[in-house]
Every structure is written in structure tokens, then in C-alpha cells.
């Protein structure tokens, strides 16, 4: 018999598994709760992660939820953990919407039936003022539809909600309730309070109704009362604020999740939450700024009555020429290719890896730039650490050139013909009234939209605004608040070399200059081509820097000086201009006293509070060191607050006079048939009008311009009017009438 060994010296593919898995039975089996709790919680887990975790931790050291049985035989590891956390979430949702049902206040309604409706009617018809939401299937307010309205009563003491378009037969029609809604939703006696109003306003409009009197929109009105605010939510506000817990769409449904297919009684308890929610942060907010009395005057004034501007604004939207989109954006395709392989070859030389560089690699483009420029870049921030450069090192100029174009041709461009809304057939934009902390309008994409068809009109590249054109039988008027930032200064300030500046119709950084310099207007102003003195250029650096809190370092480093040499150029120019000084150092002492500042006839607060904060002791030779990191940054953040104060007051006060004018501007179009807003960009107010409108109407124009909001009665205002076929192809107001023979 022979008998014939085995004698291999590893083991098996499948008996190194076997080894694997026994291995790790026995460590399972040896290893407690306890001790996986603390080997996961340990690990390097995203806050939302970790969030999940210690929520699945309490609920089983509770004895809520417990491991399956398949699991319990295996090591307890994090991906269980996030999968019995679905299953805990899951078993927290429903019990959550039961409990909402069980407890749901007895002065919530649903309204469903004829009778019903005609008893709500007689009671808002009572009211003076009531809150409203609606429900809907999206939030493209040109192709989403409502699928129920929710209001409150507070003289009735009541919340309701009527569905309109739920998945069940038991309902009123939306026709019908729209109809019978008509007299109180048209009715301005009647003030209606909601939580982003324009977005409800522009969703009656979508199914042929209006709402007119609104009074109070809770979203805005908390932007006045903390511009810092983390989230403007309702949801997120109300427990904040009011002390009530409200969970978010998202969690209580899902987010793919229609609110049409949400049961009648939960979706009652949902909606007049929100209604009895609005109404009860207006209630809170309304009696805060009734402390502020130029606030409350502002917002009622202005704010709000705005808000029926932006939603004709949005709603009237844009037409794009396609083609020329597509040549630009080739256009752009070819430069950032050709900008691409002149970086590559410039940088290869000092690029440590074997491949190919990677311009969008930091890890690969930092220490090959550091080496190309002679000199260590701590990072690859555009704005903070290149821009300095750009003027220095042409490949770095190219590189930013590079990032833009990229940027422009892949989100801007390339995307844009994508845009246009299927239901009006234009592009729309969003316009935030509130989107600065300074109350400066921004202009882009609903944060809750997920169509994607919104875009930023105001940060079209001029090359690219040429593919916006005016409908046949129109023309774009685009009109200006000329150097309206630095007139407001001058009326703020009451500098007279900045007022003579105006009063006189001259450059004011030329003016400065001559006064700082000792010079002749005419030496600093212009060249003979049109390009700026060495000294108008100075001052125009320094004063931007000053309006927009710039460092010195950033000064220094834009006009090629150190950091003292800029310091003591800004001391010596605002030093010949004593009250523009004055003004100045006033700022800084009132936002160190009181941590905030004040817009022009104290219309609306910017709150600095870090400016109100001790410094920390940095000891002398040791600023630098890694161990007064934080002090540095703690330190750097008053610096900033100081910075911000002048910032603030000239932003907020010429927001406000861009508000105002709009609201003249509007108010005149609302008089003149195919008249309308086209757009708010930065400081231009554009028209949309007919192409033969008058020189009567366009004096109109500039007398809505120049005397809507004055600074005082001392600092004129300035515009410049233009007319255009393609917006950035104008030519003067004067011009155009005379091309058309209408002298």
C-alpha cells in the first residue's frame, strides 16, 4: 500500500478563506458591543456618519432595535450599523407620522367638502390679515402645479388645509377652490403673511389666479433681523426661534416623495403646521423690528412691495441665440486647449512624476508651480494666493485664464442651451433680493430646484452677453448708477474733494489724485489713449481696497509694495481728505463699541460682533508660530470685522438705493404696454421696451435713475443710458435717436 502526503507549504485559496472566516469568528465571538462601539465610533467617520452611529448606539443600549440574526454571528461592524440605523429611521418615521396624526391640534381643519368651504370663505373674509402656503408637486413655478393651499386663521383661531390634487377622490376641485378663493386672494385689505412669498405668489400666477396683499414675508424679514443666520428654513428657524420641532420634507416622506400621494390626515397636520408656523415667526419677527422703527418702516416699504417686482422680473425671463452660444463656447473649447498644452509644456520641466501633469491636480500643480516661479506656494486658491501672482509670473497669469475659461465653457456655456424652461420656452433666472449680507442682489439657482434649469445672469462673462437678445420689435435700455458706490461716500462722508468731484461732473479718482499729488486734474486723469495715470490708478486701488475691507498685505502685493509701504500710502492720501478720514476711523469706533453699523437713515443693520472682541496676546517675534495658530485666526476675524464696517454701510446703503429705484422703475413700466423689467445687474437696471419708445420716455428713464433715491441734496447722481438689440452691443441713448434720423 502507498500512502502518499500532502505536504504543501500554504494553504488553499478556499482554506485560506476558512482560515480568514474563522479567524474572524473568533474575533467576533471574542470582541463585546462595547469594544466594536468604541473600534467604529473611533474611526474616521463623516459627521453625518458619525451622527447615524451614536443614534443606532442609544437605540440599542435601549433595547429598541437589535442586530438580525443573520448578522449576530459576524463581527459588529459600521456598515451593519448604518443599515440597522435605515431600519431605526424607518421605524422613527412612522411612529413620528402617527404621533402627528394622534396629537394633531383640534383647530386643524381639512377641507374637502362644498359646505366646508363655504363656512371658510365667510370666516377669511373676516380677517385683516392671514398666513398662506401652498403645496406642490416641484418647485419650477412655471411647470409645477399646486396639489393643495394651507392657511391660518388668527381671529378664527383655526389652521386648514384644503387638498386640491392628492391621490383620492375626497377633495374640491383646484378650479373651484381658486374660484371661490378669488375675492380674499385679490383682496390687498386682507394681508397675507408666508414663508418665501415670491416663490407662492408666482405659483398662483402659474394657474391664473394672483395674490395680492401681501404683508409680511418671514423668509426676507429674518435677513434684516440677523443677516448671519445659518439657513433662512422654516424649518430650521422654528425651532430656533419658536422652540417647535418641525421635520423637514425629506424625512418625514422621502425625498423622492410626491406630496400628492401623502394621506389626507397627515398631510392636514402637515400643511397648517407650516401655515400656524409662519404665522407665528411673523408674529415674533414683527414685534422685534417694531423696536427698530427705520427697519420696520424699510421693510414694509420697500422689501416687500419688491417682492412682486422680482417675481415679474423672474417671470419675464430671457431669449438666448443658440448659435452664437455654440460659437462661443467652441471658442472657449479651442483657447483652454490651446492655453492647456502651453501650461503643460511650460510646467512638465517641473513636474516629478513620470505621467502626464494634471492641471486640475492641486497635489501635482502646487509643488510644479512653486518650483517654475522660484518661490513656495502654500495653496492654489484663485483669489487669495494666484491673483497676487498673475501680474508677476505669466504662467500663472495663463493658469487662471485657464481655470476660467474652463469654468465658463463647462458650467456657463456649454450647459446654457440646456436651460431654456419647457412650459414659457425662455431662460429664467432666480433673483435673491436678500442675497448678500449686505442686501445686495445675487441672481442664480433655487437652492431646493432640482431641474437644473436655473443660471446666474449676473456673472455672464462680457463676451458672453451678446447671446442675449431682445424679441422682435424690442430693445434692451440698459441704464447705470454711475460711481454709485463712491457717491455714496461722498454724501456719507461729506468729503468735499469727493463732492466737488460730482458737483463739478469729474473723475473723482482723479480728483483725489490731484489733491493728493499736488497736480494738475488734467496730468492724473486719462492718457491720450484713454488708459489711466500711474496716479488715477493708485487711487482706484487704494479706495477699492478700503471699500472692500482689503488687507494691507493684498494692497501692497496688487501695487507692488510692502506691506508699511501701503499702510502709510493709505494713512497719507486719506489724511488729505480730513472728513473722508474722519468718516473712516468713525466706522471703526461705532462697530468696535456696538458690534454692528448702520445703512443710510438707519434703514437696516450689518452685525459685525467679532468686532466687539478682546485681541489675544501673540507675545512680540512670535506671530509666525505654529503655536499662535489659532490666536492668529481669532485675531484676523476683528481685522476683518473693522475692514467690513465701511464695506457694509456703502454696500447696504446703495442696496437700498437700487431697491427703491426699482420699485419707481416698476411701478412706471406696470403704466406703459410692452414695457417690463429685464434684469438687476450689479449696478444696471435693464429694460425691456418697444423699439420705438421716445426721447420723452427715455428722459423718463433717467429721471427714475438719478431722482428716485438721492444722496441728500448735496451729492447728484449720475447714469449713463444705452440701447441695445444684444445685451453688451449698446450704443448711447443720444446715438440711437440720431441713427434713426430723430433729431
Not at 522660484?374 to 491673483?387: C, R, S, V, Y
Request: proline share 4%.
Amino acid at each position: 500500500m502507498e500512502l502518499r502526503l500532502n505536504l504543501a507549504t500554504k494553504p488553499t485559496e478556499d482554506s485560506a478563506e476558512r482560515v480568514k472566516k474563522a479567524a474572524a469568528k473568533k474575533t467576533a465571538a471574542s470582541e463585546t458591543i462595547e469594544e466594536a462601539w468604541l473600534r467604529i465610533l473611533s474611526m474616521k467617520n463623516s459627521d453625518s456618519d458619525q451622527a447615524k452611529l451614536l443614534e443606532v448606539q442609544t437605540a440599542m443600549a435601549r433595547g429598541t432595535i437589535g442586530r438580525s440574526p443573520l448578522d449576530a454571528a459576524k463581527r459588529f461592524s459600521k456598515a451593519e450599523a448604518l443599515r440597522m440605523y435605515k431600519v431605526l429611521a424607518e421605524s422613527q418615521r412612522e411612529e413620528t407620522l402617527r404621533k402627528m396624526v394622534e396629537e394633531s391640534p383640534a383647530n386643524y381643519e381639512l377641507i374637502t367638502t362644498e359646505r366646508q368651504f363655504q363656512s371658510l370663505l365667510a370666516e377669511l373674509a373676516s380677517e385683516q390679515i392671514i398666513a398662506v402656503d401652498t403645496e406642490t408637486t416641484g418647485v419650477d413655478v412655471y411647470t409645477d402645479v399646486i396639489v393643495g393651499m394651507s392657511f391660518s386663521l388668527p381671529i378664527a383661531d383655526k389652521h386648514v388645509y384644503i387638498p386640491v390634487d392628492h391621490d383620492t377622490p375626497i377633495q374640491l376641485s383646484l378650479d373651484f377652490v381658486l374660484d371661490g378663493l378669488a375675492a380674499v386672494l385679490n383682496d390687498e385689505s386682507i394681508g397675507k403673511v408666508l414663508h418665501n412669498a415670491m416663490f407662492d405668489i408666482a405659483m398662483f400666477r402659474r394657474h391664473g389666479s394672483d395674490l395680492k396683499g401681501v404683508a409680511w414675508d418671514t423668509m426676507t424679514a429674518m435677513h434684516l433681523l440677523n443677516e448671519n443666520e445659518p439657513s433662512y428654513k422654516l424649518k430650521d428657524l422654528a425651532p430656533k426661534y419658536l422652540g417647535v420641532a418641525s421635520d423637514t420634507f425629506d424625512k418625514l416622506f422621502g425625498r423622492d416623495a410626491q406630496f400628492k400621494e401623502v394621506p389626507l390626515d397627515i398631510a392636514l397636520v402637515y400643511a397648517a403646521k407650516d401655515t400656524e408656523l409662519t404665522w407665528r415667526l411673523y408674529e415674533f419677527q414683527r414685534s422685534h423690528m417694531a423696536k427698530m422703527p427705520t427697519v420696520l418702516e424699510y421693510y414694509q416699504t420697500v422689501e416687500v412691495p419688491l417682492l412682486y417686482v422680482i417675481v415679474d422680473l423672474e417671470a419675464n425671463g430671457y431669449i438666448l441665440d443658440l448659435d452664437f452660444a455654440k460659437e462661443y463656447g467652441e471658442h472657449l473649447r479651442k483657447r483652454a486647449e490651446e492655453l492647456s498644452a502651453e501650461l503643460v509644456a511650460t510646467l512638465t520641466t517641473f513636474h516629478a512624476g513620470d505621467d502626464v501633469l494634471n492641471l486640475n491636480s492641486t497635489q501635482q500643480m502646487r509643488p510644479a508651480l512653486s518650483k517654475a516661479i522660484g518661490q513656495e506656494i502654500p495653496n492654489m486658491d484663485a483669489k487669495k494666493t494666484l491673483k497676487p501672482l498673475a501680474n508677476d509670473f505669466e504662467v500663472v497669469a495663463k493658469l487662471l485664464e485657464y481655470k476660467k475659461i474652463t469654468k465658463l465653457s463647462g458650467t456657463y456655456i456649454d450647459t446654457l442651451p440646456l436651460k431654456q424652461n419647457p412650459t414659457t420656452k425662455r431662460w429664467h433666472s432666480r433673483f435673491n433680493p436678500m442675497g448678500t449680507v449686505t442686501g445686495r442682489f445675487s441672481s442664480g439657482k433655487d437652492e431646493d430646484s432640482t431641474n437644473n434649469q436655473q443660471f446666474n445672469v449676473q456673472n455672464q462673462p462680457p463676451e458672453a452677453r451678446p447671446m442675449f437678445v431682445a424679441p422682435p420689435g424690442k430693445v434692451l435700455v440698459g441704464a447705470d448708477f454711475k460711481a454709485q458706490e463712491i457717491r455714496c461716500v461722498a454724501y456719507l462722508s461729506g468729503e468735499p474733494v469727493l463732492i466737488n468731484a460730482f458737483l463739478e461732473e469729474r473723475d473723482p479718482y482723479a480728483m483725489m489724485a490731484s489733491n493728493f499729488y499736488k497736480r494738475p486734474y488734467e496730468e492724473v486723469n486719462k492718457n491720450e489713449d484713454g488708459s489711466d495715470t500711474k496716479e488715477r490708478k493708485q487711487m482706484k486701488l487704494v479706495w477699492l481696497a478700503t471699500l472692500y475691507g482689503m488687507s494691507d498685505k493684498s494692497l501692497g502685493a496688487t501695487l507692488g509694495i510692502s506691506t508699511k509701504e501701503a499702510t502709510q500710502f493709505k494713512a497719507d492720501l486719506f489724511g488729505s481728505m480730513p472728513k473722508l478720514n474722519a468718516w473712516l476711523e468713525g466706522n471703526k469706533e461705532f462697530v468696535r463699541k456696538y458690534g454692528f453699523v448702520w445703512t443710510d437713515e438707519n434703514y437696516r443693520k450689518r452685525r459685525l460682533p467679532e468686532a466687539k472682541w478682546k485681541r489675544k496676546n501673540i507675545p512680540y517675534g512670535r506671530y509666525w508660530d505654529d503655536k499662535y495658530r489659532e490666536e492668529r485666526k481669532y485675531n484676523a476675524k476683528i481685522g476683518t470685522a473693522f475692514r467690513q464696517a465701511t464695506n457694509a454701510r456703502v454696500q447696504g446703503s446703495s442696496s437700498v438705493q437700487t431697491k427703491v429705484t426699482m420699485l419707481r422703475a416698476h411701478e412706471y413700466c406696470a403704466k406703459k404696454p410692452g414695457w417690463s423689467m429685464w434684469s438687476s445687474v450689479h449696478d444696471e437696471l435693464i429694460f425691456e421696451i418697444p423699439e420705438d419708445f421716445t426721447r420723452e420716455e427715455a428722459e423718463d428713464i433717467r429721471d427714475i435713475m438719478v431722482n428716485s433715491y438721492r444722496w441728500g441734496d448735496v451729492v447728484p447722481n449720475g447714469t449713463d443710458i444705452e440701447v441695445m438689440r444684444r445685451w453688451g452691443e449698446g450704443v448711447p441713448v443720444g446715438e440711437w435717436f440720431k441713427n434713426k434720423g430723430d433729431e
